[in-house]
Structure formats: structure tokens, C-alpha cells
T-cell receptor, first 114, second 117 residues
């Protein structure tokens, strides 16, 4: 079975600075999807970024980028120019290539200081 | 993007009663919906997969007789918590992909906060 591990329960970042959230996963499959989801205080889950395992290029969405290391099974999220609105709980998630079930990590609470 | 709604957003019920939570896909048809449970500052725990026109598939450790799931149409799935107890108090979230296959993301509902007194 696949597992996702987020080893940072909480992180803090100063506004306008950069922060990296860590995620590792375990799978025996060669093709799959990885995601970062944001859950703000409203608790609405928001997709931040998605990475297809067969793509070597790291995904980027504006201030959000990932460092995908397939051999190391590592998938970290970098948030640049942090904003107060980035404060939320962030979840790393894995999905098999075919199928819709998501496997979530434990989450990382990100606090942004002004 | 696709929209998923949940109703109610917040419900309080007395111990021993049952409560129904609805999950609707507003602008797409969903043959599959997922139900999650989330405790404060914890991750989402998948409870069951709801399949339109057939029985739900429950994750290990989830009591199917306590958490009744019905997916009667392509836009509506319901979760009924039967004989609720205070330990059932939690945040319940549903999600649905707008299609099956590799290219479909899951869209999440806004969640329902259940408090059992």
C-alpha cells in the first residue's frame, strides 16, 4: 500500500520570504500523481499543484513550485514570496495513475508572520 | 472548475439520533464520490467510496451499519450517521472527480461540521 509522510507538523515563515514543505512517499508503482492541497481556516480543500511522475520537469504554479525527486520518493513544495493568505494546513497526496483515491499525508500547518 | 456542495454546513444533534449529510455535484455528474472524516489539525481519513447505483465500498475499520451511504443519482450522495454518539463529532468532507480516468481531479465539498451532544 502507498504511504505519504509529512514530517513537519508546523512551519513558520516571515511574510515575503520563502519556505519549503517536505513530503516523502512510498510506492512500488512507476507512474502516479502527486499533489499538494491547501486547507485554509475555512477548511475548503484547494488544489495547489500537481505533478505527474512520468514528467521529469518540476511543476510550477506562480509562487508555488515543487522539487520532485522520483528516485528518492521526495516531493517538496516551495512557496516563494510568502503572503498572509498562504497560512493554512498543507497536505501532500498521492494518487495511482488509474483510480481516483487519494492518499494523504498528515499535513503541515504553515504560519505566516507579518 | 467543478463545484461540489454539502448540506448542512453545520449540524448539532443529540446522542442516539441520526443525521444525514448531503453531497452534491452541481455542474457535473459523478459516478463516484468519496467521504472523508477529519479531526482538528489532523489529516483527511477516507471512510468510504460511494458508487452510483451500487453499494458503497468502506475502508477497513469503518462501520458500514453506522455510516450509511447512498448514491441514488449521478449528482447526489448522502452519508447518514446512525445512532450518533459524541465520538462521532467531527468534520465530514466529500469529494468527487468529474470523470473517471487519469486526467480527472477530485473536487472537494466545503465540509460539514457534526457536533453530537
Amino acid at each position: 500500500a502507498q504511504t505519504v509522510t509529512q514530517s513537519q507538523p508546523e512551519m513558520s515563515v516571515q511574510e515575503a520570504e520563502t519556505v519549503t514543505l517536505s513530503c516523502t512517499y512510498d510506492t512500488s508503482e512507476s507512474d502516479y500523481y502527486l499533489f499538494w492541497y491547501k486547507q485554509p481556516p475555512s477548511r475548503q480543500m484547494i488544489l495547489v499543484i500537481r505533478q505527474e511522475a512520468y514528467k521529469q520537469q518540476n511543476a510550477t504554479e506562480n509562487r508555488f513550485s515543487v522539487n520532485f525527486q522520483k528516485a528518492a520518493k521526495s516531493f517538496s513544495l516551495k512557496i516563494s514570496d510568502s503572503q498572509l493568505g498562504d497560512a493554512a494546513m498543507y497536505f501532500c497526496a498521492y494518487r495511482r495513475l488509474y483510480g481516483n483515491k487519494l492518499v494523504f499525508g498528515a499535513g503541515t500547518i504553515l504560519r505566516v508572520k507579518s | 472548475g467543478a463545484v461540489v456542495s454539502q448540506h448542512p454546513s453545520w449540524v448539532i444533534c443529540k446522542s442516539g439520533t441520526s443525521v444525514k449529510i448531503e453531497c452534491r455535484s452541481l455542474d457535473f455528474q459523478a459516478t463516484t464520490m468519496f467521504w472523508y472524516r477529519q479531526f482538528p489539525k489532523q489529516s483527511l481519513m477516507l471512510m468510504a467510496t460511494s458508487n452510483e447505483g451500487s453499494k458503497a465500498t468502506y475502508e477497513q475499520g469503518v462501520e458500514k451499519d453506522k455510516f450509511l451511504i447512498n448514491h441514488a443519482s449521478l449528482t447526489l450522495s448522502t452519508l447518514t450517521v446512525t445512532s450518533a454518539h459524541p465520538e462521532d463529532s467531527s468534520f465530514y468532507i466529500c469529494s468527487a472527480p468529474p470523470g473517471l480516468g487519469r486526467n480527472y481531479e477530485q473536487y472537494f465539498g466545503p465540509g460539514t461540521r457534526l457536533t453530537v451532544t
